[in-house]
């Protein structure tokens, strides 16, 4: 049921010279804003400092912002493309800091900032991940992806596996990574591990913006990596700032405070899925494994399951190789 990943140190992830020159070039203005202006009420300015690096995609529930790449070979080009979905408190940035350009050598690839984060628009009812799943598949297919792999990370899996549930015959194959995707007994374990006090959402809520006064973001990003780091550059690139804007900081809480009761909507239907799946998860991550990843593959019997020893909740950075061998997999499954 279980593959171990054997030689992590192998798998590390590897920088192109493209962007580390541009993560160089945006530290310092970077550095500026997370250290001392990253205040929930001032979105120009964390828009000015993080500007949408993609596209946008109109569609019939608003915008959505989409960074896209491919390789030039044509037959790699007209391999399955994936579709990337971040996660809690994130942006399309998190992808393309370096998962993204590598899918991109070998298939084409589409990240996307999730319905009221980064650039995307909100639409209403968009903290049901089904809601989110149905405007992210309308941006794919109308930049050409109708049938992709769909990776999510964390709060992104949930929206991969509804777009799996909802939309079957738009999917080619789903890749949960360090997902919730299953319905959790609470959130405190997941606060605690991330050093908030309280419970509930609302003391998340107040947690994020407590950290545009405090220069807490590497700190936070130290808890959400660990017990890895985060990579060189990293803080300076992701874009931070843009989840600490007042409608951001709001869209985040409904997704934290509907996610349970979306879950409960969509596992029942998980067994009707026959759509190949790859599971990825970190043995220390501390949305744990126990509750997530391993009742998921005991809900989908055709998927397969990958623990990484002692990684923790950022597997797409510290073994970006395990999944682009998944996504390969995935081609094989479609196939057959």
Known sequence: MTDASSDLDAVAARSSGALMTRRTLLAGTAAGVLAGCASPFEPERAENAFPPIGEFVETSKGLVHAWRAGPSDPALAARTPVVLIHGASGNLRDFTYGIAPRIAETRPVIAVDRPGFGYTDRPEGAEHPSIQAAMLREAAIRLGAERPHVLGHSYGAAVSMAWAVEAPGNIAGVVPVSGVTMPYGGLGRVFSALGISGVVTWAYTQYLKSIAEDGGVE??????????????????????????????????????????????????????????????????????????????????????????????????????????????????????
Do not use: C, W
């Open 219 to 336: 700190r936070f990003l130290a808890r959400v990596f660990r017990p890895q780091s985060p990579p060189p550059g990293y803080a300076a690139y992701v874009g931070a700032p843009l989840a600490l804007r007042e409608s951001t900081l709001q869209a985040n809480s409904r997704d934290l405070q509907q996610i349970n009761s979306a879950l409960f909507d969509l596992a029942p239907r998980y067994g009707e899925l026959s759509v190949p799946a790859e599971i990825v998860h970190g043995s220390a991550d501390f949305i744990e494994p126990d509750g997530q990843a391993i009742p998921l593959k005991g809900a989908l019997p055709q998927a397969r399951l990958t623990l990484l020893p002692n990684v923790g909740h950022m597997a797409h950075h510290v073994a970006p190789d395990v999944l682009i061998a998944a996504l390969d997999r995935l081609d094989a499954a479609d196939r057959a």
